[in-house]
Nanobody, 123 residues
């Protein structure tokens, strides 16, 4: 069992930046591929970024490419999402998730989920 706790969400003006953090329990953090997902009210939960076990490979949704950066610090059991040039359409609850066996942008491949942190971008 892995527990994930997101933090760093909040209210920011369009064009601003936020850095989300996801702290994981346990001593096997590097065993997991990690992803960031977001979900707005009435919308499907979508993957925005994925990072492989040691950080060597990343994937981004087209909607955030060039603006968001996913990174991880395995010594701290933490994954980050740096969000720059934020837009109102980025407003959502952001979730981190861990996949034990796969590197994927598909929700069904993730085994553990955090509780989410709200990001609101005002115009």
């Amino acid at each position: 069992q892995v527990q994930l706790v997101e933090s760093g969400g909040g209210l920011v003006q369009a064009g601003g930046s936020l850095r989300l953090s996801c702290a994981a329990s346990g001593r096997t953090f590097s065993s997991y591929n990690m992803g960031w997902f977001r979900q707005a009210p009435g919308k499907e939960r979508e993957c925005v970024a994925v990072i492989s076990r040691y950080g060597g490979t990343t994937w981004y949704a087209d909607s955030v490419k060039g603006r968001f950066t996913i990174s991880r610090d395995n010594a701290k059991n933490t994954v980050y999402l740096q969000m720059n040039t934020l837009k109102p359409e980025d407003t959502a609850v952001y979730y981190c998730a861990a996949a034990r066996f796969t590197y994927s942008s598909s929700r069904s491949e993730y085994d553990y989920w955090g509780q989410g942190t709200q990001v609101t971008v005002s115009s």
